[in-house]
């Protein structure tokens, strides 16, 4: 069993790192792209169901785009609060 001073801790892990040969970075690497991965992923989903849809200031506004939707034929529509922007939108999206 190896000591545990920090020294010694520190002197084994730069051996280690040594013997990788240039891939003592690896895990930084795939970190760094796991991050950037759910940036990318967080964005879309933000995109999809905030960004690209009509947002209503509040639950009274969301009612009377409904009946106006209603009017014109489009039924099935429910207002929902967004947790991006805490306005209101709508979808055709069945809750439970």
Same mark, same amino acid.
């Given at each position: 069993?190896?000591?545990?001073?920090?020294?010694?801790?520190?002197? +084994?892990?730069?051996? !280690?790192?040594?013997?990788?040969?240039?891939?003592?970075?690896? !895990?930084?690497? &795939?970190? &760094?792209? +796991?991050?950037?991965?759910?940036?990318?992923?967080? $964005?879309?989903?933000?995109?999809?169901? /905030? =960004?690209?849809?009509? +947002?209503?200031?509040?639950? $009274?506004?969301?009612?009377?785009?409904?009946?106006? /939707? $209603?009017?014109?034929? =489009? =039924?099935?529509?429910? $207002?929902?609060? /967004?947790?991006? /922007?805490?306005?209101?939108?709508? =979808?055709?999206?069945?809750?439970?």
């Amino acid at each position: 069993m190896g000591s545990r001073k920090p020294s010694a801790n520190a002197k +084994r892990v730069k051996e !280690f790192k040594s013997q990788l040969g240039g891939l003592d970075d690896l !895990f930084a690497r &795939e970190d &760094e792209r +796991r991050e950037n991965l759910s940036q990318r992923k967080d $964005a879309a989903q933000r995109e999809k169901s /905030c =960004t690209s849809k009509n +947002r209503y200031a509040s639950y $009274a506004e969301a009612k009377e785009a409904i009946a106006a /939707c $209603a009017a014109h034929g =489009t =039924t099935g529509l429910k $207002a929902y609060k /967004c947790p991006h /922007c805490n306005g209101w939108h709508l =979808t055709s999206h069945p809750w439970e």
